[in-house]
């Protein structure tokens, strides 16, 4: 490879040269994760993509995300007469699916830059070493932003123990869960043969929607279900 094909780049230790293939495919990788990669493979251009096509592209990837929302609008709809019952649950239900989302996305951002880098590798031993390090991780967060809206939730909505109980639990286990989806799922997509990058952003919040719902509608079922009644 000669050096027109190649460009600078700085480290901690200096100037060296690095292929100029290998850092768009990074960069690719990275800006994919917005959720604007068409099927073909080829990323969309503001500039010199037509209409149409990008209107096909971003379409698609609304329609996918419509179904996972008609997925969990159904969830909720079913629980209506638990929602209608202790109406104070409906209060919390965004703040908690979202931090779901949140976390996988913080996450899936790592490890999708990380296996474009190729610091980490599709391999038992490198999953291994990510859900270790990140379930860890994940229970010091989860813990933090589940008091967090615990007592948030106590000064500003006063709800009853119960409720504060089915807020914090949820939120703990939404937030939990979320890393570790956002952590497992780029290295299946790169064990399908499928680019990690493609799994978007709007994607994996949609998917921990789809969780977070169940899940606290689930706590919600398990702790109230004596005091609805």
Same mark, same amino acid.
């Given at each position: 490879?000669? %050096? ?5 780049? +700085?480290?901690? %230790? ?15 990788? @990275? *800006? ?35 179904? !996972? ?9 079913? %629980? ?22 949140? #976390?996988? #996305?913080?996450?899936? +951002?790592?490890? @999708?830059?990380?296996?474009?880098? %190729? ?36 000064? +500003?909505? *006063? ?12 939120? !703990? ?5 979320? #890393? ?11 064990? =399908?043969?499928?680019?990690?990058? +493609?799994? *978007?952003?709007?994607?994996?919040? *949609?998917?921990?929607? =789809? ?19």
């Amino acid at each position: 490879m000669n %050096q027109a094909s190649k460009i600078y780049m +700085t480290d901690a %230790q200096g100037m060296r040269w690095v292929n100029a293939d290998y850092v768009k495919e990074v960069a690719d990788d @990275i *800006s994919d994760f917005g959720g604007n990669h068409a099927i073909d493979g080829n990323d969309l251009d503001m500039k010199r993509d037509s209409i149409w096509r990008i209107f096909r592209v971003r379409a698609m990837w609304l329609l996918i995300l419509t179904a !996972f929302g008609i997925l969990t609008s159904s969830i909720i709809a079913g %629980q209506t007469e638990l929602l209608d019952q202790a109406i104070i649950l409906a209060a919390f239900l965004p703040a908690i699916v979202d931090m779901g989302g949140n #976390s996988a #996305s913080q996450v899936a +951002t790592l490890v @999708i830059r990380s296996i474009a880098l %190729q610091d980490l590798k599709v391999r038992a031993k490198d999953v291994f070493l990510v859900l270790k390090k990140e379930i860890v991780i994940a229970c010091m967060l989860a813990a933090v932003v589940a008091v967090a809206e615990v007592v948030m939730a106590h000064f +500003t909505k *006063s709800p009853g123990g119960d409720i504060l109980l089915v807020v914090g639990v949820s939120m !703990f286990a939404c937030t939990l869960t979320g #890393s570790i989806i956002g952590a497992v799922l780029p290295f299946a997509a790169k064990k =399908f043969g499928a680019d990690p990058a +493609t799994l *978007s952003s709007p994607m994996l919040t *949609s998917i921990c929607d =789809f969780v977070g719902v169940l899940i606290y509608l689930g706590f919600a079922m398990v702790i109230l279900g004596g005091n609805l009644v």
